[in-house]
């Protein structure tokens, strides 16, 4: 069982900046890889970037050379640093971990970007 809790979403002007945490607890170390998706009012959940227990990374097309996808395993906490924002970026953000016997989502949190 692994608990997710997302922060730092917020509301920004086009071009700005932020950056989601997700940080983990229970039982961690059973992690393989780790997540970022969105879903818009309207849309599907879509993937946004990825992040395995190796460290290799995909992205999105949508978001390549703007979102960056970090993890800290000291503090069993993932990022997602968010640049250039787009009003298309608009959307909850969701954390999602998966393990061997499934996958764990987070709350969510609400990014809206102005134009």
């Known amino acids: 069982q692994v608990h997710l809790v997302e922060s730092g979403g917020g509301l920004v002007q086009a071009g700005g900046s932020l950056r989601l945490s997700c940080a983990a607890s229970?039982?961690?170390?059973?992690?393989?890889?780790m997540a970022w998706y969105r879903q818009a009012p309207g849309k599907q959940r879509e993937l946004v970037a990825l992040?395995?227990?190796?460290?290799?990374?995909n992205y999105a097309d949508s978001v390549k050379g703007r979102f960056t996808i970090s993890r800290d395993n000291a503090k069993d906490t993932v990022y997602l640093q968010m640049n250039a924002l787009k009003p298309e970026d608009t959307a909850v953000y969701y954390c999602n971990a998966i393990l061997p016997l499934g996958g764990f989502w987070g709350q969510g949190t609400q990014v809206t970007v102005s134009s």
């Open positions: 229970g039982s961690t170390f059973s992690i393989n890889r």
């Open positions: 992040i395995t227990s190796g460290g290799t990374t």
